[in-house]
């Protein structure tokens, strides 16, 4: 690929741009053992731009993924934004009515599902209007490999110019009143936290990324492959995360990124000790909060001083413990290069050491969401800023402590779970009054997802067949793992649930 006097405003050029001189050393090295140069990741990626190109996708539409991870899907990520077209990764634990939803409300061009959901992918993509269907299987088949392959690997393609605040992806969060909504990321926005964390993290070329993330989220999708490949470093990648695997790489790797639940996974294998942890550098963890307990108990065992940052969907990472500076555990560290944030209460930022509402600034934070101005309006204040929902405070060395949250939101083994959509499903089922959905602590995931339902006096919930029910509607992480029937749901003066409640007596 030629990048000589170009701009690198696309994502993809400004990745090239990093790999560059490294095409022949190895990008992605899979579980199946199959080893993918920069090289080949180059020309894989300008034959799905040359498909897309093929299908009449021009800048700015959308494209859909819901697909298990793989190289394939990688690869088709790149090929999207390379492209100029936007990329929509969705979760393959969704089912038909969530896939539905994001279908109707991105209108992609092209969406592309797993053969093994083809029985209901097809129909939902058509009835969302979509031109183009196909599938990409984990062994890299189907329809959509099919058509990267014949497609022709023009490996003088330049990215298709884009202007830094174009669409680079929308990823879907869930919402307080129940309806995701699509945060619009930018190029730029991408380009500016990739190559922020990747000075403050230090990556360099003597460094091999261990990659056990999912690639439908920012983490493990921009996060993890962004500093990665911006440096030209190998990923050992990981299709799914298991313990005792991740636990072999670690000998043949530098840095892990993960969320609370992987580290106490780890935690959980034996064999976990110093000499387990080989060359290793860097041990990264966010998306939840991550237990003093684990904290401590990683460091003896390992020796390793676990690195906490704190990020959202709609601005990358905000926040990050330094690599050479002091970690300290419960603080989420300080503000990225580029970065503001802020603690407000009523409006005024308030005093070191005081709570307050975060809130974020610089060229990391979303563009808007999509189609819905009226959460633009929500969800930024009137001088700029983004409200991230969460609470916290800073402390004398400028250190983020988050205490809270005040968004009504679980966090469950890193996925974000929005009690409202839940509550609105279990309150259609015969027989519930109404419902409350609350976390509650979990070993394992952190928090889990329970339920608390007032019946019909007299009637009985099975909740074994309403948990199998919400399966066939909901992504099973979405799920209560548990459900409690009570009287009365307790309410403030202002008829809103007192979820502290429910939690104290259910915890
Ligand atoms: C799986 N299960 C879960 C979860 N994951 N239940 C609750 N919470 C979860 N997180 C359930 C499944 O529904 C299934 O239930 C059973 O566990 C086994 O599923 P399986 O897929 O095999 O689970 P796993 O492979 O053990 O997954 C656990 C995991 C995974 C590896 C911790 O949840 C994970 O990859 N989490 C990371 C999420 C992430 O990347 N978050 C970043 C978003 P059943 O058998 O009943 O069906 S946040 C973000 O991007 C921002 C920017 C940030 O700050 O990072
Ligand atoms: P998501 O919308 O899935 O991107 O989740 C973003 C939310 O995850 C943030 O607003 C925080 O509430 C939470 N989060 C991310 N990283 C951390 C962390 N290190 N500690 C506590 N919460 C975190």
New binding site residues.
């Given amino acids: 690929m030629q990048t000589a006097g170009r701009s690198d405003a696309n994502m993809y050029a400004a990745l090239f741009a990093g790999f560059a001189d490294r095409l022949d050393h190895r990008c992605i090295i899979d579980a199946t053992g199959e080893v993918i140069t920069y090289g080949e990741v180059d020309r894989r990626s300008a034959q799905v731009a040359s498909a897309l190109r093929s299908l009449g996708v021009d800048q700015g539409d959308r494209v859909a993924l819901h697909a298990d991870k793989s190289p394939e899907a990688l690869i088709t990520y790149l090929g999207v934004v390379r492209a100029g077209a936007v990329f929509l990764p969705l979760n393959p634990?969704y089912r038909a009515d969530e896939v539905a939803y994001f279908l109707h409300d991105a209108e992609p061009a092209v969406a592309i599902g797993r053969p093994t959901d083809r029985g209901w992918f097809d129909n939902v993509a058509a009835d969302a209007g979509v031109r183009h269907v196909h599938h990409l299987g984990c062994d890299g088949d189907g329809s959509w490999a099919e058509l990267i392959a014949i497609a022709s690997a023009d490996d003088d393609a330049p990215p298709i110019p884009t202007a830094p605040d174009d669409l680079a992806t929308i990823v879907y969060t869930s919402g307080t009143t129940g309806r995701s909504k699509g945060a619009m990321l930018s190029h730029r926005n991408l380009i500016s936290n990739g190559r922020a964390l990747q000075q403050i993290w230090r990556f360099d070329l003597n460094d091999v990324l261990i990659h056990?993330?999912?690639i439908f989220?920012?983490?493990?999708l921009?996060?993890a492959t962004h500093t990665a490949m911006l440096t030209g470093i190998p990923m050992l990648f990981h299709r799914?995360?298991?313990s005792a695997a991740v636990l072999a790489s670690l000998s043949k790797a530098t840095v892990l990124m993960?969320?609370p639940?992987?580290y106490t996974?780890l935690l959980g294998e034996s064999s976990l000790d110093t000499a387990a942890c080989g060359a290793m550098r860097l041990f990264i963890s966010?998306?939840?909060p991550l237990s003093a307990d684990t904290f401590r108990e990683f460091s003896t065992r390992t020796g390793h001083t676990i690195l906490e940052?704190?990020?959202?969907?709609e601005?990358?990472?905000n926040t990050s413990n330094p690599c050479d500076g002091e970690r300290k555990a419960g603080t989420v560290g300080l503000p990225l290069p580029g970065v503001s944030v802020r603690v407000t209460h009523d409006g005024k930022v308030v005093a070191t050491g005081e709570v307050g509402d975060v809130q974020v600034r610089g060229p990391n934070v979303l563009r808007g969401y999509w189609r819905r101005p009226d959460k633009d309006a929500e969800e930024f204040t009137a001088d700029g800023w983004f409200k991230t929902g969460d609470v916290g405070m800073f402390d004398d060395d400028g250190y983020l402590e988050l205490v809270g949250r005040s968004k009504d939101l679980v966090?469950?083994?890193?996925?974000?779970?929005y009690p409202k959509e839940i509550e609105l499903l279990l309150d259609e089922v015969p027989g519930v009054i109404e419902s409350a959905i609350i976390g509650l602590a979990h070993p394992?995931?952190g928090e889990?997802?329970t339920a608390v339902l007032v019946i019909e006096p007299g009637t009985e919930i099975d909740t074994a067949a309403l948990i199998a029910h919400l399966?066939t509607r909901l992504?099973?992480?979405?799920?209560p793992?548990t459900i409690h029937v009570i009287d009365e749901l307790p309410r403030n003066a202002m008829g809103k649930v007192r979820k502290n409640l429910l939690r104290d007596r259910f915890s």
């Fill in positions: 634990a056990a993330l999912p989220h920012v983490h493990g921009y996060i799914t995360f298991d993960g969320v639940t992987m996974r966010g998306s939840a940052r704190y990020g959202m969907t601005t990358g990472m966090i469950s083994g890193g996925y974000n779970v394992d995931f889990v997802v399966k992504a099973s992480f979405k799920v793992k």
